[in-house]
């Protein structure tokens, strides 16, 4: 019996004639433990997107980015990855502490390649490589279940440009997000961001913040 497969999965599989295609991926593909090159890959990364469930059964997706490395292999079939700061609303966080399963896509534009993962997730406030990641809040670890690669063949090549300037470093304090200079936010977002609206240059009306984000500058 099938552990990735329902009647609505055969229906399709077996329309375009792809149930044995579709077996071959779960019994010869999909597996629970990294290899070394998947290892490698996933750790040479830095952004992936994580899939989470919300207490409703609806889906969500958030992109999650860092320095090179910043998602870590800590064992066969375990990772982990940092939390920084966001918007505060902690949604995809939130929702892994009521439903913990997880999917994660870590894809590479340049090669281009994809693998994806799968397993339970939990928040980690105390953890020995919580001191690695400076500016994290804490860590997510996954305990994986299945990890397979998927097809390439419809990514789109793109080349990256630059690191994110809010991107935490060891040595520098991130930059205040431009979001957090909207003057419409200024009762609500804490008070040690509210202490360097105006070194970031000052409050930001709506309009000014649209076309700081047309620029690529927020």
């Not at 004639?17 to 597996?31: F, G, K, P, Q």
């Not at 502490?97 to 928040?123: H, K, S, Y």
């Amino acid at each position: 019996m099938s552990k990735f497969y329902t009647d609505q999965h055969r229906e399709l599989q077996d329309k375009f004639d792809s149930r044995r295609m579709a077996d071959l991926m779960e019994n010869a593909i999909v597996h629970d433990a990294f290899s070394e090159e998947e290892s490698a890959y996933i750790q040479s990364l830095d952004m992936f997107f994580l899939t989470t469930i919300d207490t409703a059964g609806r889906p969500t997706v958030s992109y999650k980015g860092g320095a090179p490395g910043f998602v870590t292999i800590t064992g066969p079939s375990t990772l982990v990855f940092p939390w920084y700061d966001g918007n505060g609303m902690y949604y995809s966080a939130g929702n892994l502490m009521n439903v913990p399963q997880v999917g994660l896509l870590f894809i590479d534009f340049q090669t281009p390649n994809r693998l994806r993962v799968q397993g339970d997730a939990e928040i980690l406030f105390d953890h020995p490589l919580l001191e690695n990641y400076p500016g994290a809040e804490f860590l997510v670890g996954v305990a994986v279940e299945a990890i397979w690669v998927n097809c390439p063949r419809y990514i789109h090549p793109h080349q990256k440009l630059a690191q994110s300037k809010y991107v935490p470093q060891p040595d520098r304090e991130a930059p205040l997000p431009g979001w957090k200079r909207l003057d419409i936010v200024q009762e609500a977002i804490p008070a040690q961001d509210r202490a360097q609206v105006a070194g970031a240059g000052g409050e930001l009306s709506m309009e000014a913040y649209v076309e700081l984000l047309a620029q690529g500058k927020a």
